[in-house]
């Protein structure tokens, strides 16, 4: 709060429960704070003696050479005084050395300065030493970093997002939300990821430290209480930080969205205690992912592509076995889960597991997955997917090649697990990967980005298989293999001026809107993937699909179309070109010399009878 | 009201913990040494400061370049306490220094850059600057007192 009036103006005009909260984030942020200058005052302390040890060296060097009496030219004895002194000192002990003055010293006066001069260099040596160690010195360096940090976090006047843990996930999620434009806070406990930070070349600047998300008082440095603060997620590969990071973004600011990882059943529920945290579990979403595409592939080719964010290529549309037996290796969170999903569709499956776990009435082989014994055990050649779903990446990707080998028909999915393995992966080419980072990553940009996006995919797959197909050809034939901005379109007064009295006619429909502004015979190239009235949606509208003040659209299409409709949406006279086909002089003096023209209401083809 | 108990805890448990400190350690060796420093760096200041403010021969360099240094050396003694009185302690010894460097540039310009030399209106001068700094070192005393008797009462 910079302003004292609007401080003040809070206080007053606030809740109750409002403040309370407000003070509790701002004490466990002064803790914090405390705890940096704290580190301040003991580096000062640790000052103290090399500054009283050059503070004496000096004033005894000095005091020395005003006491020892020296000798003028005429050889008459003559006595310093301090300042001769002080000065003749202060360039002896930087080692600048201009000499012998206002005389030569007569050599009882050599003896004291050679004295001095030791002490002097040792004095030196000794404070500039300390000073340097204490500036090299960890704790010292993280007071300062903290300072740093919580001076930039407290400067922020956009909305911005806190993340804590800044892995791979944290990374591409960094990268997406910095094309949107953006802003974020980052937390990290390895200073190599904050360090890193600077390598990746953000448009924005990104205030990140290195510290423990898991104590409430980093958070509140990091902008929980901070009035900007849109959203909290919490994506440290550690359950229970992120449930102490959505407990205490519960408790300190249990308005604010909070988007935690999670990959056991347990801890979501503990999170769920907490307000309404919504929490993404990698293993659950890619069950369901997989359930979607053996049921509606061109629905999950839609729910992927939309979901990489911009830029992203347009994926290959699989075609998973919809019948048969499959084969699951590995019976952790992804096994289970995953099995789960897809008796659930019907099928039938084998689990391969080396440990004894307690798989109930199923197929069970126990025994190690990479053993070419217990594959062939498997009968891999009348099965029809294998899923390689181990924790190590050696051993799924010599799963997948042991796989392939005996039967190439198989239906391959895979997860990997480090960043590293990447490039052997897509050297596999196997037909669904699991990368838990990337899944979070997209889930969390879907729900971030737009909400609009998120409430269409969550729409999405009820409309079936024919309908995405169609939407798919549709995006395809707009944007090319690469999509292109998806961005939020608000037909209010504020946003778009001058469609009020167009939306008001009861007539607006959205094929009058989406044309060139230059040509209204051509289409504007961009799509509306959905409109929202009042919570209810409606998806793909076609051109007749009539619009009221308020909708919110979703639009996707090339940056120049976005351009486009913000001019037409913005300035004056365009839309009313679109809709009637006249052009509305933008000049006052054209405006007055051309006649008149009808207003928007009148049919078309009456302003076409008009002599322009 | 939840103020008032927290602050009333609080004090009973300094009261708690200054009692075995009291019975644990009897003298610190950090706080002599810095009463022996604020103490000398008033007392050097009043003796430069005590005589006819205008007479010269009355009013010792060395005394003033002593004071310079023993409150300096107090000053450094200073850095670091975090608490209210410490803070205090510090801004008293910081104008003590200033007045005190104040006077010893004056007193070094009457003598090598002025022509007159040390006269009257100058040692007046230097004298007035270092009964100001003495000011500010008989506060930092008062200080030192105020803590040790509040400390004694628990």
Redesign the interface.
Known sequence: MGNPLLAFWKTIFSTDDDRRIRRATFRVAAHSAAQA??TI????????VP??VL??IF?VS??GL?VIPGQDLDGDPVRM???DAFYIMSYTATTIGFGEIPYPFTYNQRMWVTISIYLSVIGWAYAIGSLLALLQDRAFRSALALQHFSRKVSRLREPFLLIAGYGRTGELLGHSFDALGKRFVVLDRDHERIDGLELDSYHADVPGLTADARDPGHLAVAGLGHTCCEAVLALTDDEEANLAIVMAAALLRPELPVIARVTSRTIAERMQAFGNPSTVDPFDRFGDHLRLALRAPASYQLLTWLESGPGAALPERGSPPRDGRWIVCGYGRLGRELTIDLRAEGLDVTVIESGSPDVDDADLLVGDGSDPWVLAQADLDRAVGLVAGTDNDTTNLSLVAAARRSNPELFLAARQNRAASAPLFAAMDVDALLVPTEVIAHEVYAQLSTPLLWRFLREMPAMGDDWAAQIVDRLKGLCGARLQALWKVRLTPRDAPTTATWLASGEASLGQLLRNPENREEPLHAIVLLVMRDRDVTLAPDDDFLLRPGDELLVAGWGAARRALDTILLVPGILEYLVTGYRVPSSWLWRKLRPAHQPLRRPPDAVLDRPA | MRFVRFEARKCRRRAKISDRRRREVHVNLEKVVFGFFVLLAATLNFGFFIGDIDDPALHNPYELFAAVVVNLIATVLKFGDRTQIGAVHLATSLVADLQLIGAALLFGYATYVSSVGMNESWTASVVSLSGGALLANIVSVVLLVVETVSFHRG
């Open positions: 200058s704290a005052f003991l580096i000062l302390r640790r000052m103290r500054l009283i503070i004496v004033s000095v005091l005003t005084g301090f300042f």
